[in-house]
């Protein structure tokens, strides 16, 4: 099975600033990788997929990168209602997928 | 507008067994495959399994194989979950969600409790 980790697993920021999520395959997924964000007491909504591309109805300042092994979810210029968790996903691994245990984001 | 609505969750002792059902509306639910993920409260998300657009094909986690299973009616536009011999750890909120490698579109949850 391919586990997935992020780090860090929390974090705390001020409006405006850059954030960066990182994200870690145990194998190569080649792009095979989606973000998920989670607003508190909300179900989970797909943010990005296939690595860089950016869901309808979400700001452009989300951006992923990132191939094989090693992944980001970056927010430049963090607003208040981006505070949530942040899950990266992995469908490389036949037809399950994985999560990985996600970070919280809040504000400073 | 899509939605999904998920509905049977309660309390259950361990060992009972359960059946959740999930409702779709906005979507051509035939020809999309089905995935559950479930999440502890507070905690992270877990993969439950999923199930081909024909209903033919399903896949399950490690932690629920050979005691859960999920199946469909595509004239009803519904998706089930039966869970049997059910344990303290699989008390969680339970989303039903179109797709399989994109997760699109999620229900708001079901809770399920196992506890005596």
């Known amino acids: 099975d391919i586990q997935m980790t992020q780090s860090p697993s929390s974090l705390s920021a001020s409006v405006g600033d850059r954030v960066t999520i990182s994200c870690q395959a145990s194998?190569?997924?080649?792009?095979?990788l989606n973000w998920y964000q989670q607003r508190p007491g909300r179900a989970p909504n797909l943010l990005i997929q296939?690595?860089?591309h950016l869901q309808p109805g979400f700001p452009s300042r989300f951006s992923g990168s990132g191939s094989g092994t090693n992944f980001a979810l970056t927010i430049n210029g963090l607003q208040p209602e981006d505070v949530a968790t942040y899950y990266c996903?992995?469908?490389?691994?036949?037809?399950?997928?994985?999560f990985g245990p996600g970070t919280k984001v809040d504000l400073k | 507008e899509v939605n999904l609505v998920e509905s049977g969750g309660a309390l259950v002792q361990p060992g009972g067994s359960l059946r959740l059902s999930c409702v779709v509306s906005?979507?051509?639910?035939?020809?999309?495959?089905m995935t559950w993920v479930r999440q502890v409260p507070g905690k992270g998300l877990e993969w439950v399994g999923n199930?081909?657009?024909?209903?033919?094909?399903?896949h399950y986690g490690a932690s629920v194989e050979g005691r859960f299973a999920i199946s469909r009616d595509n004239a009803k536009n519904s998706l089930f979950l039966q869970m049997n011999g059910l344990r303290p750890e699989d008390t969680a909120v339970y989303f039903c969600?179109?797709?399989?490698?994109?997760?699109?579109?999620w229900g708001q949850g079901t809770l399920v409790s196992v506890s005596s």
């Open positions: 996903q992995q469908f490389a691994d036949l037809i399950t997928v994985g």
């Open positions: 194998q190569d997924i080649s792009d095979s």
């Open positions: 199930i081909d657009n024909d209903g033919e094909e399903t």
């Open positions: 906005g979507f051509n639910f035939s020809v999309n495959w």
């Open positions: 969600v179109r797709g399989w490698q994109w997760l699109v579109s």
């Open positions: 296939d690595v860089a």
